[in-house]
């Protein structure tokens, strides 16, 4: 069964403190790894795509990384503004699964005081 | 552009009644989604549709039904509601199915 776990649960720094979000999932064909952002009573916003391991992608002071069995979200001297719950999904191949479901997990819930 | 846009964006109900929420996707679109997320989780599956025909159903019951539209814009119902049934519903739209827009959500309350 296809299934994502995030760590850790919630998260809080001080601006500027870097550090990193863990992502680690089980799926039957990888199509796709995605990373939202999700500010409270608001739907999650797309941040990054991965398709396969070694791959990374950057934006401003986010860089997510895959590996064969996890993501990790990279945050850089962040600002209270990059405070919001960062959730994790994934989306299985269609040959696997008839549907283009994507599977999320729980989120970490990021605080960065100022 | 406008995005995924979905109504109403808040909604109290009554246990027993019933509900529909309503989802306009990304112009262009054929690929509809909607999902439900408790406080504290993530979003779980409840159907997917595309080109106006179910192509997926997570793990809801029966009470939980949708459709799409000849113009791709689908409703979500729920029937018999409960307690249980509080929460932020999401549709999401996609092109061919892949690598979904999310609207910003319908928070249904049932009291």
């Known amino acids: 069964e296809d299934q994502v776990t995030q760590s850790p649960e919630a998260l809080r720094l001080q601006e500027g403190e870097s550090s990193s979000l863990n992502c680690s999932y089980t799926?039957?064909?990888?199509?796709?790894l995605f990373w939202y952002r999700q500010d409270p009573g608001k739907g999650p916003e797309f941040l990054f795509t991965l398709y396969s391991a070694g791959e990374e992608k950057e934006k401003e002071r986010l860089k997510a990384t895959l590996t064969k069995k996890e993501s990790f979200l990279h945050i850089t001297a962040p600002k209270p503004e990059d405070s919001a719950t960062y959730l994790c999904a994934v989306q299985g191949n269609r040959r696997m699964n008839r549907d283009d479901k994507i599977i999320f997990g729980k989120g970490t819930r990021l605080h960065i005081l100022p | 552009d406008a995005g995924v846009t979905q109504s109403p964006t808040h909604l109290i109900k009554t246990r027993g009644q019933h509900v529909t929420l309503r989802c306009s996707p990304i112009s262009g679109h054929k690929s509809v989604s909607w999902y439900q997320q408790v406080l504290g989780q993530g979003p779980q599956f409840i159907f997917q549709?595309?080109?106006?025909?179910?192509?997926g159903r997570g793990n809801f019951p029966d009470r939980f039904s949708a459709r799409q539209f000849p113009n791709y814009s689908s409703e979500l119902n729920v029937n018999a509601l409960l307690l249980g049934d509080s929460a932020l519903y999401l549709c999401?739209?996609?092109?061919?199915?892949?690598?979904?827009?999310f609207g910003s959500g319908t928070r249904l309350t049932v009291v």
């Open positions: 799926v039957s064909g990888l199509r796709g």
């Open positions: 999401a739209s996609s092109l061919e199915g892949f690598g979904y827009t």
């Open positions: 549709y595309y080109e106006k025909e179910e192509r």
